[in-house]
């Protein structure tokens, strides 16, 4: 009887170490991330106000294409964890690269499609006349560079589902290093303005992109891996992406209607609400680097056949998720004072954010359920009932939503419901993982 509580804390304390050695890592790439936009934003800011509207623009598209297609990350992580955890490294590296070929076809399609229709795009988000050409400019440059980026993307899965996120957080740091001093000196020392600014983020792009394949093709020939497009692997590994794709689609909705709404409660409200979401965003980092710890540790033992592994790596994953959460509630209430002043002076402003936060923070916990709950589903390969679920939250958060502006209640009302959206979320996330049906052993699903 004694022994049983002892290796239940050896369990946890096992899961701990995992979770904080995947973690950690994946949440400095994640920062890592945004850190290229913000360091373009600076750098064009300087060359005048139509520059910088046409950069928002088309990096509002390019942001767009990112998160689309980032089931390339997410399904090939699930797929290479399961082959390390059943012990075929080699199928593992070339299951990795039927995902780095779709992502160069899509890539190729996307260019293809980009290049002419740039400045179609570019007015369909209503961009004006002096901003428009900056626009297209650093649109067409920089789709050239979606190829590296959508490689990144599963490079990234790839080594995730190798159980290594350190790799991606050094290639995360050099590529924000290399695409500051590639903009600075091709914006201002080369006098190329925006477009110097667009070249510099596609060569660092490239840059990165150069790197994970030297990674991914040093490991797949030590362990005899093949290197040649698969059609059968391609085609699977496709067919994995698609529901999360529809599980993307979903949230991206979710995000547009919620701005649409704030949109029509006033400019207090609208400005507010653009504060609140990056600061929203800014906590699923944290988040979201648990959950992808939970991808390649769920897949691991699913793919070692370890059931009752994943199990207790899923409760401890829930557990780490809801203390997180309340750590970043009370984290944003703390500094909601001195928060506001930093994208604000407007009194305005602050008194429709204020209450808005208050939500925000309280709802800390399910958001930490959410995250957790979506990775391990995603380790699990269980898309299709993701895209599912997703599907259903949309359903119910639109109508309410929208019935927003009509019943009154503001900004707070609106945050309320997308509460609520993340209740949702998390009930059919619960009750997917209670149930057990995810549990799918073997090295494919």
């Known amino acids: 009887m004694t022994q049983a509580p002892v290796r239940r804390r050896a369990g946890r304390r096992q899961h701990d170490r995992e979770i904080v050695a995947l973690a950690l890592p994946a949440f400095g790439a994640l920062v890592a991330e945004p850190l290229f936009l913000m360091t373009d934003t600076a750098i064009v800011g300087h060359l005048g106000t139509a520059q910088l509207a046409g950069l928002g623009i088309a990096s509002a598209l390019l942001m767009t294409a990112v998160s689309v297609f980032v089931f390339l990350a997410y399904a090939t992580t699930a797929a290479v964890a399961r082959r390390v955890g059943a012990g075929d490294l080699q199928a593992a590296i070339r299951q990795g690269m039927d995902g780095i070929w779709l992502a ?168 507010a609400h653009q504060i609140i979401l990056s600061l929203w965003n800014l906590l699923a980092f944290a988040l979201d680097a648990i959950a992808i710890a939970g991808q390649a540790i769920i897949g691991r033992y699913l793919g070692a056949g370890d059931a009752q592994g994943a199990r207790d790596a899923c409760r401890r994953m829930v557990e780490w998720g809801i203390a997180v959460g309340v750590v970043l509630g009370i984290l944003v209430i703390i500094t909601r004072p001195a ?91 619960w009750i997917r993982a209670r149930s057990g049906r995810w549990i799918v052993t073997g090295a494919t699903r």
Request: aromatic residues 6%; proline residues 5%.
């Open 104 to 271: 160069l076809l899509l890539g190729a399609v996307v260019v293809a499609v980009a290049l002419p229709t740039a400045p179609h795009l570019i007015d369909l988000l209503g961009a004006s006349d002096a901003a428009t050409p900056y626009a297209i400019t650093y649109l067409r440059i920089s789709a050239l560079g979606i190829p590296a980026m959508l490689v990144v993307l599963a490079a990234t899965g790839v080594l995730r589902g190798l159980q290594d996120t350190k790799t991606p957080l050094y290639v995360a740091i050099a590529g924000f290093v290399a695409n500051g001093a590639l903009n600075a000196g091709l914006v201002y020392g080369a006098d190329l303005g925006i477009a110097g600014s667009a070249w510099g983020t596609v060569i660092a792009q490239c840059g990165m992109a150069a790197v994970y394949l030297a990674v991914v093709v040093r490991g797949a020939r030590r362990h005899g891996a093949s290197l040649r497009p698969d059609t059968a692997g391609i085609r699977a590994s496709a067919q994995a992406g698609v529901p999360l794709l529809v599980r993307t689609l979903s949230l991206r909705a979710i995000l547009m209607i919620a701005t649409v709404v704030a949109a029509r409660l006033g400019d207090a409200d609208i400005a």
């Open 339 to 429: 928060f506001l002043p930093l994208f604000t002076s407007d009194p305005e402003v602050k008194d429709v954010a204020l209450p808005a936060l208050i939500i925000v923070a309280l709802s800390q916990p399910i958001s930490g359920i959410v995250f957790v709950l979506d990775g391990v589903l995603m380790g699990a390969g269980d898309g299709p009932y993701l895209a599912w679920a997703m599907l259903l939250t949309l359903a119910v958060f639109t109508p309410v939503a929208l019935l927003v502006p009509v019943l009154g209640g503001g900004l707070t009302a609106l945050w309320a419901t997308m509460t609520l959206m993340m209740t949702v979320r998390m009930l059919t996330l």
